[in-house]
C-alpha cells in the first residue's frame, strides 16, 4: 500500500510540474522549444510527468540547451 502511495505522490508532482513547464518553464532550458505549437507540449506532457526531478534539476541549474 505504502508503494502506491509514493507512487501517486511521485505523479502528482509530476502533473504540477508538467503544467508549469510545458506552460512556459521550458523556455528557461531551450529557445527553440518555447516556440512549439500547443499540440507538441501535449505530447512532450507525458514524458515530462514521468521525467519531472531530470527536467527540474536542469531548470533549477539554468543552462540553457540548444539554439
Known sequence: MA???VIALYL???LVFATWFVGG???R???LAA???WWVRAVW???VV???PVL???VVRGKERGS
Open 3 to 5: 508503494v502506491l502511495v
Open 12 to 14: 502528482a508532482c509530476g
Open 25 to 27: 518553464g521550458v523556455a
Open 29 to 31: 532550458i531551450d529557445r
Open 35 to 37: 516556440a512549439a505549437r
Open 45 to 47: 506532457a507525458p514524458g
Open 50 to 52: 514521468g521525467m519531472w
Open 56 to 58: 527540474l534539476w536542469i
